[in-house]
């Protein structure tokens, strides 16, 4: 694994993540992408919005931003559209991102604007005390659904790619060493990536839902995630209670501020 | 140059020429022509729009454009104003210089898409939330909506903050013949000199309780955070009682020290006057005739936050009766008996149904005081 103290800033230590939260492996994932790929920290700007994982920002040597629940894919557009050059990074819940952000979330990826936005999916809005989010599965307990979760749940990768996302990836805590890998891929492609990573809150959704061992909670999500390839062969009774990881969509297609970019020069020229 | 404009093509010139190069907005009436005015010049000048997916999002690219040091702009209407606050508030307290555009129409709700009003005052003083200062300006011809975005944008550089600039929608859908000057005057954020220890700077240092922070812009090499929530000086979070309290107290004495400088009023107060009329916006018009024809004084306003309380107090001792002529409910009003404490009597001309006030209810209300 590789060095990643160089992107922190160790003295915003200890971070207020609970004992078991999965939010660390998520952030040394993005780290080990950003050392691989040998990007200039002053050339990278990191976005968050508000929640567990958006505490993030605040530890990461990076230009960094901690703005508002929901909102953090607004804010980087605007930074991506001042300096299309440099690379923009999202990191942001499930709540956040797909919840209060959702319409963000959609519209970034039908302009496939050049943001890498990787979502800590924990399935629950931890900051606030355990309440369900769009990603809470059916039935589960939560603080606002204490007799089972009545609402349909998202698959955020589904809806990014039908929305215009040029790459689409998931993977768990569980797979560290994906991880990273799937995000270097992400923050290389030129267009609207999105990396969903499925990490486990053992306090709240794990307490509510007889899962409260992170070890037990790391172990569902190597139990039930399914590499895409074996996924594609397997049938719709075999898929019940799995889910899919891999790369599940890699289609580079035009850029938005490129062709910004390619406007600028069209117009100056008259 | 002398032009015919539009006043929210007018709007568009004074940003252009104080050098805004972002917008970010989504289609509302009656702001939509800054939009379209945007997205035809600003390509043409290496600038950059985008029509985002509502005025949150506007407003948050708006916010995220600054913060590389490109200047930014962002118009709307009632509800959409209403959708931006939370955002205006970041760009307060994170100290982030943008201007906002709101053309006043009639609200509540969708009320009155395509009607003037002014009824959107106190929601440009009080919109977002917390204990915040604003800085709010309205033009009465289209000349002053070129000249107020200059002066919106210079001092949202200036001081690091959200400038609001709230023409009402008469001014902004008039024509009038608006000279436009070569040059304007511009002024740009502060930043940080190139000797500067990037490793060790503290983006929110400041040496005196009313000092505007010289923050970088992103990827200027300094790597620094940028938050919502109270942060000490180097950008961090902290709910230090005592760091909060200067924090506040601070974004309060930047725009108090600065107020000569923000300040818009005229005050026309002939011989002997008893009764003055204080209005702004495209009420100015009405209310200056009236006044003339009467012998009565006139009290223009093109800055309305922060408010002018010392020339009203003043005034206040000169005459007996303000009357305040508005197109809302008595917005201004109420400032304007705050800032008289009872050393003269205040009556508001309200007319808020869409129709633009005429002299007339202002001559009557001036010969009323005067039984």
Redesign the interface.
């Known amino acids: 694994m590789s060095d990643i103290t160089n992107h922190l800033r160790m003295d915003?230590f200890p971070h207020i993540w609970c004992p078991g939260c999965g939010n660390g492996i998520i952030l040394r994932s993005v780290l080990t992408a950003i050392d691989k790929l040998g990007l200039d920290?002053?050339?990278v700007?990191v976005?968050s919005g508000i929640g567990c994982s958006s505490r993030s920002?605040?530890y990461v040597?990076?230009?960094?931003?901690?703005?508002?629940h929901g909102?953090a894919?607004?804010?980087?557009?605007?930074?991506?559209?001042?300096?299309p050059e440099?690379t923009v990074i999202v990191l942001t819940g499930d709540g956040d991102c797909s919840a209060i952000g959702g319409?963000?979330l959609i519209?970034a990826a039908r302009r496939n604007i050049d943001l890498t936005v990787v979502v800590f999916n924990n399935s629950i809005y931890g900051m606030t005390g355990g309440q369900f989010s769009p990603t809470t599965p059916q039935n589960d307990i939560a603080a606002t659904s204490p007799y089972g979760n009545l609402d349909n749940s998202f698959d955020l990768c589904e809806l990014t790619r039908a929305a215009g996302a040029s790459y689409v990836a998931r993977s768990t805590t569980f797979h560290a060493t994906q991880t990273p890998l799937l995000i270097q891929k992400g923050i290389e492609n030129k267009g609207f990536s999105f990396i969903e990573v499925v990490t486990a809150c053992p306090v709240y959704y794990g307490r509510l839902n007889k899962t409260p061992d992170a070890v037990d909670m790391l172990k569902l999500q190597r139990d039930n995630a399914r590499n895409i390839k074996q996924w594609n062969m397997m049938t719709d009774e075999e898929k019940q209670g799995k889910f899919v990881i891999g790369e599940l969509y890699n289609k580079p297609a035009p850029e938005y501020t490129e062709k910004?970019t390619q406007?600028?020069e069209r117009?100056?020229s008259? | 140059m002398s032009k015919f404009l539009q006043g929210n093509e007018a709007c568009v010139e004074g940003a252009l020429a104080v050098g805004c190069r972002f917008f970010a907005g989504y289609p509302i009436t009656p702001s939509t022509e800054i939009a379209e005015g945007m997205a035809k010049k600003l390509p043409r000048l290496g600038g950059r729009f985008i029509q985002m997916e509502d005025e949150i999002a506007s407003m948050g690219a708006v916010i995220g454009a600054s913060l590389c040091g490109t200047k930014a702009l962002t118009a709307t209407s009632g509800p959409g104003f209403s959708l931006k606050q939370e955002h205006i508030g970041y760009a307060v307290i994170a100290e982030i210089p943008c201007v906002i555009v709101n053309v006043m129409r009639g609200g509540p709700s969708t009320g009155l898409p395509t009607s003037p009003a002014q009824s959107d005052v106190m929601q440009a003083r009080w919109g977002t939330h917390g204990d915040h200062p604003a800085i709010v300006l309205t033009p009465s011809t289209v000349q002053e909506y070129f000249e107020l975005t200059v002066k919106a944008f210079n001092l949202s550089e200036k001081l690091r903050t959200s400038v609001i600039l709230a023409p009402d929608e008469v001014i902004a859908h008039m024509r009038e013949r608006v000279e436009i000057p070569d040059q304007v005057n511009i002024i740009n954020r502060k930043l940080p000199s190139n000797s500067v220890d990037k490793s060790t700077y503290k983006p929110y240092k400041v040496e005196k309780d009313d000092e505007v922070p010289v923050i970088p812009n992103f990827f200027d090499g300094f790597r620094f955070n940028v938050t919502g929530l109270y942060h000490d000086e180097t950008g961090f979070p902290t709910a230090s009682p005592s760091i909060v309290e200067k924090c506040i107290k601070r974004l309060h004495n930047k725009v108090g020290s600065a107020y000569e400088e923000i300040k818009g009023i005229e005050i026309d107060l002939p011989k002997d006057c008893d009764v003055a009329v204080l209005s702004y916006g495209s009420t100015f018009r009405s209310a200056r005739q009236a006044a003339r024809e009467l012998n009565a004084g006139h009290v223009k306003l093109t800055t309305l936050f922060p408010f002018p309380e010392k020339e009203i107090r003043e005034l206040a001792s000169k005459i007996k009766t303000i009357i305040v002529a508005e197109m809302n409910l008595g917005q201004i009003r109420l400032e304007v008996e705050r800032a008289v404490a009872g050393k003269a009597s205040v009556v508001g001309v309200n007319i808020a149904n869409g129709l633009l006030i005429s002299p007339d209810p202002i001559k009557e209300k001036i010969k009323e005081c005067r039984i």
Do not use: W
């Open positions: 915003k920290p002053n050339n700007a976005v920002a605040g040597d990076f230009n960094t931003v901690h703005t508002t909102r894919i607004t804010f980087a557009t605007g930074i991506k559209m001042a300096k440099k319409n963000h519209h910004y406007l600028i117009e100056k008259k």
